[in-house]
Each structure stands twice: as structure tokens, then as C-alpha cells.
């Protein structure tokens, strides 16, 4: 086995992320691994020696430690979907559930990743495909969601799905979201949609605020297209990939969403399930 190359990812946004990456480094050499930075944050920390540039993670390291919070590991996996660097997100962020360690931790995770004490977690992801007037304008990858909604308007807008191009359902209000069973635990569920283990291979669509009795969340197979047009009588329509990219949707435009060609690999290095993450994380050590 050659020598195991680390790449470091750092949200530059959070000072902390620097002052932590600067502090690993010298660790991580002395036990003999290769550390890649994007070039900019190698200049920050005068290492110019370790730059890479950004698009070329794939080509130096063997996986990723992710130096941010949930958004940032988002961001990452898109960037790199197509190569599937294994990640491991280290939280500097609030809530942190993709994240699979701590600061406080990162002496102990070096030690396991070096000894190859961890395992790798497949991660379902989306294709959002835009349709106008029947033509591809544009496609996207998600791992959380892809987010149909009116913006400030206060008027409702309507989405027709269709699956395999047979109607489903029509429901009106705020929008719907289409989800990941990672992606469940984020907007998803603050709309009222279920809860689902990240193994789960399935798709989510939630409504949000539908004026319906009957509008319920739909859990479906992974293996499903899901076809949605937009309508409304306003032009304040817009579409979200994981919640960082935002794209202005016309009325009668198309999007198909189905599984992603691509996965997200996250290395979990602890021995803890997934109930587990979530009295972690969402009932704060509460008995569930």
C-alpha cells in the first residue's frame, strides 16, 4: 500500500476551520501521510509546498476531511460526485449530522483512518433534469433535496407528478420537496415529512404548506422518475438543489428527478447506528 493522501477541505468561513486545519497538519505528516490544500487556503497557512488545485482533489487524495458543517459536506459531495471521494466531515457547525466528528476527536480519527479502523457509507444522491418547452436547459446532482417553492409572492403555486409519466397527484400551495432518505432529516423534515435511515434506498416527496386535507408525504421506491410541472399565476417560481443553488423556474416548466448515477461515500469511524444520531443530535441525550 502506497502512502495514504489526505486531502483537507476548509469552509473559509469559519475561523476556526483554519485554526484547527493549522494545528492538524504537522500531526498528520508525522504519521506519514500526504496532506493536499486547495490552493488558496495553502497560501493562507504558508504551506504553498501542499497545494493542489481544487479540481484536481481526485487526482492526489485518497479522501477528504471536511472542515466545515453540514453545508459545506453538501457542497463537496456535488463537487465531487463523479469521483466519489470518501468523506469525512469534521463539524464546525451548529447542528453537524453529516458530520461525523468533532474537533476533540481528530487525534483518535487520524489514528483509525491510518490503521484502516473505519467504514464507508453509500449515500443515494439525485439528478434534477430542467425541461422548458420540451428541451434540457439544465441538470443538477443533490444529495439533500430538490426544493420546487414560490418565492416572496404570497400566491400559491401548483405541481402536477407524475411517476413514469402516469399523473399521481396535483398539490398547491408553498411547493414540495423532493428528497434523499439523507436529505430527510434536513428540509424535508422541518416541512413534515418522515424521517428515514440513510440505508433506506428510497425517494421522498414532501408537500410544503399544501392547501389540502389529504396532501400527505410519499415514500417511493428508489427506481422511480418523478416528473413535476410548475404553474401558477405569478412568475415567482424557483428551484432549489440542496438548498445552495437556486435556479428561476417559468410556468409549465418540467423537472424530472430520479437516482443519481453518483453516490456520496461518507466514512463513519464510530460505532454508533443511526438512532444513535439522532437522540445525538436532535434530543440532545433525551431518552426516545
Not at 413514469?164 to 420537496?177: A, E, W, Y
Request: glycine share 8%; proline share 4%.
Amino acid at each position: 500500500m502506497g502512502t495514504l493522501s489526505i486531502g483537507l477541505v476548509i469552509n473559509l468561513g469559519k475561523p476556526k476551520a483554519l485554526i484547527v486545519a493549522r494545528e492538524r497538519i504537522p500531526h498528520l505528516e508525522k504519521k506519514g501521510v500526504r496532506v493536499c490544500l486547495e490552493e488558496r487556503v495553502a497560501h493562507y497557512l504558508d504551506r504553498d509546498d501542499l497545494a493542489v488545485p481544487y479540481d484536481q482533489f481526485d487526482r492526489h487524495a485518497d479522501l477528504l476531511f471536511v472542515f466545515g458543517g453540514d453545508g459545506t459536506i453538501l457542497g463537496i459531495a456535488r463537487d465531487f460526485a463523479p469521483s466519489n471521494l470518501p468523506i469525512l466531515g469534521i463539524n464546525l457547525g451548529r447542528l453537524g449530522f453529516l458530520s461525523e466528528a468533532e474537533t476533540e476527536d481528530l487525534s483518535e480519527v487520524v489514528e483509525a483512518i491510518i490503521a484502516g479502523r473505519y467504514e464507508k457509507e453509500e449515500r443515494l444522491m439525485l439528478q434534477a433534469d430542467l425541461y422548458r418547452n420540451g428541451r434540457l436547459i439544465e441538470s443538477w446532482h443533490a444529495l439533500n433535496d430538490v426544493g420546487l417553492a414560490k418565492g416572496s409572492y404570497s400566491r400559491m403555486i401548483t405541481c402536477k407528478i407524475f411517476l413514469r409519466d402516469k399523473l399521481l397527484t396535483s398539490l398547491s400551495g408553498d411547493g414540495l420537496i423532493v428528497s434523499t432518505p439523507t436529505g430527510s432529516t434536513a428540509y424535508s423534515m422541518s416541512a413534515g415529512g418522515p424521517i428515514v435511515a440513510p440505508t433506506v434506498q428510497a425517494l421522498l416527496i414532501t408537500p410544503i404548506c399544501p392547501h389540502s386535507l389529504t396532501a400527505r408525504p410519499i415514500v417511493l421506491s428508489a427506481e422511480e422518475e418523478i416528473m413535476v410541472e410548475v404553474s401558477a399565476t405569478h412568475k415567482d417560481i424557483g428551484l432549489s438543489i440542496d438548498g445552495q443553488i437556486g435556479y428561476q423556474l417559468e410556468v409549465f416548466d418540467q423537472i424530472r428527478i430520479r437516482r443519481s448515477p453518483y453516490t456520496t461515500t461518507l466514512i463513519k469511524w464510530k460505532d454508533r447506528t443511526f438512532l444513535d444520531v439522532i437522540r445525538e443530535k436532535f434530543y440532545q441525550g433525551d431518552e426516545v
